[in-house]
């Protein structure tokens, strides 16, 4: 989490140590097990496959991917630290980093916050060394030093030294002269004069004091970055009154920067503009009764169950068909989303939350469909309130992310809803952290989204702040600008939909976390055991909130029935069939029609069934017409009989008969007279079904053996499936079982490989065998032979397993790779470096 | 949380009436949410954008509507729908409509980009005039409806401000020797003077022209009123001399046969939208005086050409007066656009509550068809089947039994097919009122029926409207216009009037079952069962058994 999580322990034992370390790895060595353990689950990275020894896992630490990583998790006071460090001289003391973050004048918000940076840095082993030694790991410093490909977001420059590198001597004298220094013929002497110079901030305003004016707005307009500009090959006067004194250092022909020394002076030596050391208050925008809060919520859950309830039982028959590509075709969400009256984008949220709950899926059929899972079955049988915590935690954990159904991928393909590519890892995280902010406030208060944003963006400025794709990007993200966070960036989508769908979903009410959503929020932190009492704690909380269903309707003339309130499932059942739904929410209008009523009689319920149903079930005495419209309809049905065998239709009433036959529109049933009261149909049983009913008739189909066939609504299921699992970023957090074990392990590695042995005889390899190293020596060599462009000597094992020895100057180390000249081959080749056996420097380069 | 109210999540309000609170919500709601439903247990109350944009213009504000849902609602009401209503309710009064002493009518917005959203549109373009500042456009006095108009179907509904003309004046007083505006009536004048212009929607029978004269004698101006017919048109004559001041010679009437122009002139909406050669050639009647006030009766009756006709009517006060805003056309909108927002309503169940309509009891008749009608119904063509079954001998059969239970009473007979009604007058020995009537005839028969010399008479849909029969206390209808529910709330209507002896009125509706004319009769009749009137259903033979005379 953000910064609370500081581990002042490391600080601590690192003082304790006799001699400073000189590196990382010994650095590690003097932390005790609970700060390595600490690292280890900032940096879960680190341990997968847990590491030999400390050294290993300090080369480890500073790889860049695990940099990256763990840059993007700062927060963006203590990334604006490591910034500045980034830009300090290695290694600073710890002064030289206060003075950077503070400026001359001195800052009290900031010097409180400091140590925490600095000791967080040191935690997550991105910083070690002692306070007058501090050092950034070197592959955090070339991430964050400026450079002139990623410009630094503290907006400075290189360095004196950097900027004139390759300077003539002649150039220099100048500039030596022009600065008022004393001429010295050695270049190293020469940089150190000038940036004293510049680092000087009384001489340094005496030199500036002779500047034109003109010449201090280019410096003004340079100060806070970027620090290049462009000039003409003959500039004007200003521009080379500073060019002449190196304020202004030539990058190339028509470019020059302003060293940051300069600039570091006409900042008053800060690093940053604005050091931001606390985070935006999330503040109480509305503030309701935590009742209002918690009844809106659970308002809102209840409709949620509703929801999902009846998107499922719209898919009964068979849902919609699955796209080749996967997902729901853009045709099927509208339509669904016009059967749940709703906005496209919530019927999708609605969709895919079903879809993580592991309540549908597709069938695996020839022609796939989707359709409700088993686990929907079981789900239905639980009570309200443990249907809701089911939807809620697959929701909390869920990297499916509802939000960009609709939207465009890279290559602008549409994202599907229940479609791939809708993982987003930092989904879960971002939620989360959405839901804490909520519950950092009051009780029922709800807070701006702007300032949760803004919260956000300051809590991990780095992190999800890339492209809207979303995939976490490892390469450049680290130097990206750590001021971006548009609304428009995918956390900020993230977080925008988590407080829709929260309120959606009645976790939140009215804005404010509600109490069950706060004990909610509790799960997924610990054990098992501890996230299913927290569940089983909210929906306790809920219970008693959700309305109890009822048993009763209210049965109006005007043939409707009102249920006020949610019903027992056998009653909403019943009442599903034999009336329509008209209107939903707190409570449901049904309304009784001749098709509904003949529904019902279809389903195998008879006429008297239904009138001690209703009389059973209503409030109100049974109002004539409503009492007529059943009986009506029932006088009717089943005074048909269609067969289906050779489809057939058979009445009593020849009359009737008769009827059929002179009605034009029976023609398209090729109906024929085979007795006084039976007709043969050339059509088939269903169609003939629908034209005699298409004319007014309520036929009644009949099996072979004579008697009614029923047909009743059945609900199609998919065979057993399970809830896709989320797909979180990297390995997960570490118990501490693991941990402790790891420790051990490494522990053990380092003693193996620390001890002070009886130097054996170093039998010189015998010609033929494979040198033999640890892996961390062979990176080391190898890494200087590339540095220094020497050959070495190395064993190697190639892909089936054969042994040989080559000769090879390596020219790059990187992804657990070299890339080498190989002398043994006379051409470039790439090795993996887990193949190579072991290395020996050659005794004579060649 | 145990109010009476249930806000479904399609915007829906359901009021238990039976609940302590009812009352207090009903009155709480009005302002803002249609009643749509009204029957026993559970009335359904709509929230459409129209109504809290009426709730805006009568002066509620966002805030009380929402207290009002959440005050009384049994259930948490969705947040959503609050800030819904919350922001529909912002819509209205960004634009207002108003004189400007330099530039003459001009619209003016507090929100500069809700201004430049709707000056973008194609359809504003052509109506306005110069930009005056950054928030104040000016607008063609001639559009000043057809802007209204627009700006309601973009969503972004305009107040009118710009005030009305006085027109000429003349005297019209009140001449309440012996009678008075019943307190609703005197509500309804008092909203629709201080609105300037709007609808009183009012239940048939519940008095509303005397409503309209309420208003001529607040506006003291010359008048135009417009009816749906003749016969209406002579009502309102009638009524007027005997309630004001007003004599026979300063009334006119307008119609196919007279065409006169007097300070109070009552015109027909049928000789308005008489068209020749592509022109409407009674459309400067609206220009031959200076009206002061406009009286449209049965608003929801209201012709698409004097919609337009209207639309350059703005400066001029205008009052509908309707028993339902419901349309079957759906041109709610231009009502609220072109005549002005509701600004009075009562439900009839309030209204009859006290004493002031006749309870009445509902009865639909079913009746079979015979065998041959039956097959020749099968056959018939699809047009002409609602003729068929709504015709059939059955029927006949079934009234005359109807008309012999209750001999002595005053009857009407209703229907749609003139030979059905020939045979029905010739078998009841009662006169029929048609079409091919004539006017003097028809006010003849009326006299008759109303002085009790006649009891049965046969009328076709010429009497739909507006004539005053006060003693009838049982109406037979036996064919009707498909489906039509307001023709069906107006003929019950007919027999809602209160009777001198109190006594109960009867609606008898006959039908044909297993015919479409079953499918209409349901359509209709569930009109009236959401007005509260709860019918029963009883079978012919039924019937016909326990009123035969020789058994």
């Known amino acids: 989490m953000g910064t609370g999580e500081r581990n002042q322990e490391a600080h601590v034992s690192e003082g304790s140590a006799a001699t400073p370390p000189r590196t990382l790895a010994e650095a590690l060595r003097t932390r005790g097990d609970a700060s390595l353990a600490a690292l280890l689950r900032a940096r879960p990275d680190l341990l997968s496959p847990v590491p030999n020894d400390l050294s290993q896992l300090a080369t480890r630490a500073a790889t860049r991917a695990s940099v990256v990583r763990a840059l993007e998790r700062l927060d963006r006071f203590t990334l604006q630290t ?249 045709r099927d969400l509208k339509r669904t989303a016009t059967a749940l009256d709703m906005p496209e984008h919530t019927a999708a949220f609605w969709v895919e939350l079903a879809y993580g709950a592991g309540l549908l899926a597709s069938d695996g059929e020839a022609s796939e469909r989707y359709a409700a899972t088993p686990a929907y079955d079981e789900w239905l049988e639980l009570p309200p309130q443990e249907q809701w915590t089911r939807l809620a935690t697959a929701w909390l954990h869920a990297t499916r992310t509802a939000g960009l159904v609709g939207s465009q991928d890279a290559k602008g393909r549409i994202l599907a809803a229940l479609g791939p590519d809708l993982d987003r890892s930092a989904a879960p995280e971002v939620r989360r952290r959405v839901l804490a902010l909520l519950a950092g406030l009051p009780e029922g208060a709800a807070p701006a989204p702007d300032q949760v944003l803004a919260r956000l963006r300051w809590e991990r400025p780095l992190r999800g702040a890339g492209a809207a794709s979303g995939s976490t990007s490892t390469s450049a993200s680290a130097s990206a600008s750590a001021s971006a966070g548009t609304p428009g960036d995918l956390r900020s989508r993230i977080a925008l939909w988590t407080l829709t769908e929260a309120e959606l979903l009645g976790v939140t009410g009215r804005g404010a976390l509600s109490s069950h959503g706060r004990a909610l929020l509790a799960a997924g932190q610990g054990t098992d055991a501890e996230e299913a009492t927290a569940v089983a704690r909210a929906a306790a909380l809920l219970a008693p909130l959700i309305p109890e269903p009822l048993d009763h309707v209210l049965l109006q003339a005007d043939l409707t029935a009102v249920a006020p309130g949610p019903l027992r499932r056998p009653l909403a059942d019943t009442l599903d069939v034999l009336a329509d739904v008209e209107s939903k929410g707190g409570a449901t209008v049904y309304r009784f029609t001749p098709a509904s009523v003949r529904r019902a009689l279809d389903a195998g319920r008879a006429a008297s069934d239904l009138h001690a149903f209703l009389a059973e079930h209503s409030r109100t005495p049974v109002p004539q017409p409503l009492s007529y419209l059943i009986d009506d309809v029932a006088r009717k049905h089943g005074h048909l009989r269609v067969g289906a065998a050779s489809a057939y239709v058979r009445c009593d009433d020849d009359a009737m008969l008769g009827e059929i036959l002179a009605d034009k529109r029976s023609q398209g049933l090729g109906l024929r007279r085979l007795a006084p009261t039976v007709l043969a149909a050339q059509a088939d049983p269903a169609a003939l079904l629908e034209g005699l009913r298409g004319m007014g008739f309520a036929p009644a189909a009949e099996s072979a053996a004579g008697d009614v066939l029923i047909t009743r609504a059945h609900a199609y299921r998919t065979p057993p499936r399970t809830a896709p699992a989320p797909v979180p970023e990297g390995p997960p957090t570490p118990d501490d079982t693991l941990l402790s074990a790891a420790l051990r392990a490494i522990r053990a590695g380092d003693m193996a490989s620390t001890a002070v042995r009886k130097e054996a005889p170093a039998a010189a390899p015998s010609p033929g065998e494979l040198p033999r190293t640890t892996s961390a020596e062979t990176l080391a060599t190898v890494q200087a032979a590339a540095l220094t462009g020497s050959a070495v000597w190395i064993g190697y094992v190639n892909a089936d397993g054969a042994a040989s020895q080559r000769v090879i100057a390596p020219v790059r180390v990187e992804g657990g790779f070299v890339t080498a000249y190989d002398h043994t081959a006379d051409e470039v080749r790439t090795y993996p470096l887990h193949r190579i056996t072991g290395v020996a420097e050659l005794a004579d380069s060649p | 949380m145990n109010g009476p109210l249930i806000v479904q999540s399609d915007k829906t309000l359901l009021l238990e009436v039976d609940h302590e609170r009812a009352d207090d919500c009903r009155r709480a709601i009005a302002p803002f949410a249609e009643l749509e439903r009204a029957p026993e247990h559970i009335h359904t109350y709509r929230v459409t954008p129209l109504g809290l944009w009426n709730a805006r213009a009568a002066g509620h504000d966002a805030e009380q509507v929402v207290d009002a849902l959440v005050e009384f609602s049994r259930y948490p009401v969705p947040h959503a729908l609050l800030v819904d209503v919350a922001e529909t309710m912002a819509r209205y009064g960004r634009l207002t409509l108003s004189k400007h002493p330099v530039h003459g009518l001009v619209l003016t917005s507090t929100d500069r980009p809700v201004l430049e959203e709707i000056l973008r549109s194609k359809k504003v373009q052509p109506l306005v005039g110069a930009r005056i500042d950054a928030d104040t456009v000016a607008v063609h006095p001639s559009e000043r409806g057809q802007i209204k108009q627009t700006l309601l179907k973009l969503g972004w509904p305009a107040e009118d401000l710009a005030g009305y003309v006085d027109g000429e004046a003349h005297a019209i007083d009140l001449a309440e020797d012996g009678w008075a505006l019943r307190p609703y009536q005197k509500q309804a004048v008092e909203g629709f003077w201080h609105g300037g212009s709007g609808v009183v929607v009012l239940p048939c029978g519940a008095g509303k022209t005397l409503v309209g004269a309420g208003a001529m004698a607040q506006a003291k101006a010359t008048t135009l009123i417009l009816v749906t017919n003749t016969v209406s048109a002579r009502q309102w004559k009638h009524e007027l001399v005997k309630r004001t001041s007003l004599t026979e010679d300063e009334i006119g009437e307008y119609s196919g046969t007279r065409k006169e122009i007097r300070p ?244 008898y509706s006959v039908v044909a079952r297993d015919t479409i004319d079953q499918d209409f009769a349901a359509h209709r009749q569930r009109f009236l069962a959401e007005q509260g009137y709860a019918y029963r259903i009883v079978d012919a033979d039924e019937l016909m058994a326990a009123d035969d005379p020789t058994p």
């Open chain 1, 82 to 330: 490591a910034e500045a460090l980034a830009v300090a001289p290695d290694p600073a003391p710890y002064e030289a980093l206060r003075a950077l973050m503070t400026g001359d004048d001195g800052d009290p918000a900031v010097e409180a916050a400091l140590p925490g940076a600095v000791a967080t840095l040191r935690d997550q082993a991105l910083l070690w060394g002692a306070d007058d030694r501090l050092r950034l790991v070197r592959t955090a410093r070339e991430l964050l030093a400026p450079s002139p490909a990623h410009p630094s977001p503290t907006g400075l420059g290189p360095t004196v030294a950097e900027a004139t590198a390759g300077m003539s001597p002649g150039r220099w004298q100048e500039t030596l002269a022009a600065a008022g220094l004393p001429p010295t013929h050695d270049p190293v002497s020469a940089v150190t004069a000038l940036a004293a110079l510049f680092s000087d901030r009384t001489r340094m305003s005496a030199l500036l004091d002779t500047a034109p004016p003109e010449a201090l707005m280019v410096l003004e307009r340079l100060v806070w970055g970027p620090p290049y500009g462009e000039v003409t090959p003959d500039p004007a006067p200003p521009v080379r009154w500073l060019r002449d004194r190196g304020l202004l250092l030539p990058t190339s022909l028509r470019t020059v920067v302003l060293p940051r020394e300069a600039a570091l002076h006409l900042r008053a030596g800060r690093a940053h503009r604005v050091p931001e050391p606390v985070p935006p208050a999330v503040v109480p925008a509305h503030e309701y009764s935590p009742q209002v809060v918690d009844s809106t919520a659970a308002g809102q859950a209840y409709t949620a169950l509703a929801t999902v309830e009846e998107l499922l039982k719209d898919w009964n028959e068979g849902g919609p068909a699955v796209l080749r590509s996967g997902g729901l075709s853009v």
């Open chain 2, 264 to 507: 109070v002139t009552i015109a027909t909406y049928q000789v308005l939208t008489t068209k020749r050669k592509g022109i409407y050639p009674h459309l400067e009647l609206f220009d031959s005086r200076d009206w002061g006030l406009i009286v449209y009766d049965e608003v929801h009756l209201l012709p698409a050409p004097v919609f337009k006709f209207t639309a350059d009517l703005q400066a001029r006060r205008r009052l509908g007066l309707t028993a339902t805003l419901v349309r079957e056309d759906g041109r709610e909108s231009d009502v609220f656009s072109l005549i002005g927002p509701k600004r009075f309503d009562a439900p009839w169940k309030e209204i009859e509550a006290q004493g002031y309509i006749a309870p009445a009891d509902c009865v639909e008749v079913r009746v079979n068809l015979t065998e041959s009608e039956r097959l020749a119904y099968a056959t018939a063509e699809t047009e002409e089947k609602y003729r068929f079954c709504a015709t059939t001998a059955t029927k006949r059969k079934v009234t005359e039994a109807l008309v012999r239970k209750f001999a002595g009473q005053q009857i009407l007979v209703i229907g749609q097919y003139i030979d059905q009604l020939d045979e029905l007058g010739e078998h009841l020995d009662a006169p029929v009122i048609k079409g091919e009537t004539s006017n003097a005839q028809r006010e003849k028969l009326f006299d008759a029926f109303r002085q009790g010399e006649i009891s049965v008479l046969v009328v076709s849909k010429v009497a739909n409207f507006s004539i005053d029969l006060p003693e009838a206390t049982v109406a037979i209808q036996v064919s009707g216009t498909f489906g039509s529910r307001q023709e069906e709330a107006q003929r019950l209507g007919r027999v809602l009037r209160p009777k001198a002896d109190g006594h109960q009125a009867h609606f």
